[in-house]
């Protein structure tokens, strides 16, 4: 009935909590028991964790179902987590999700690390990244159902390098 006065009360909040230096640190410490997917949140809880610890530019994923990226969300890494989308669906629910920016891309077999690569193209369209800037990387090896299972730490350039070599197989 106050659509106004809604988003007027939403934004003085919004800004009340953003004053808050408390409000932007990690959360890592968080307990995760009752999660379904408990090493998919502990991968996540690593990569946040690791962006704390090092000089981490972005956070990537790929994921199918949004899950990945809602762990990465939760725990309030300080990091822009770059989440490779392969379902409208989960492009959805990440917009709405803590500092997660999801791009929707079609996946194909055999396209294990494109996704890395799609992220870097999307994150050049607005910053420069160079071959030294360090990046996270938060990926599955067991088919998308299974959830992250890995956490991986690479440069900029060891990422392209290692994408010009599969394409050139």
Not at 22 to 51: K, L
Request: with cysteine; aromatic share 8%.
């Amino acid at each position: 009935d106050y659509p106004v006065e809604a988003v007027s009360t939403m934004s003085n909040i919004a800004r009340e909590i953003e004053r808050d230096e408390n409000h932007f640190a990690p959360i890592i410490d968080i307990n995760m028991v009752s999660v379904d997917h408990e090493i998919t949140a502990q991968v996540a809880r690593s990569a946040v964790r690791a962006c704390t610890n090092l000089p981490v530019r972005y956070v990537i994923t790929d994921t199918l179902t949004g899950r990945t990226g809602r762990y990465l969300a939760a725990f309030r890494g300080r990091r822009t987590v770059m989440a490779v989308c392969y379902t409208l669906h989960a492009q959805r629910i990440l917009a709405l999700s803590y500092g997660v920016v999801p791009i929707l891309r079609k996946q194909t077999e055999g396209d294990k690390y494109h996704f890395l690569i799609d992220a870097l193209d999307f994150i050049g369209q607005y910053t420069k990244l160079n071959d030294n800037d360090l990046l996270v990387s938060v990926g599955g090896s067991f088919g998308p159902t299974r959830g992250a299972s890995y956490v991986e730490l690479a440069k900029v350039g060891d990422i392209r390098s290692r994408n010009a070599e599969l394409v050139e197989k």
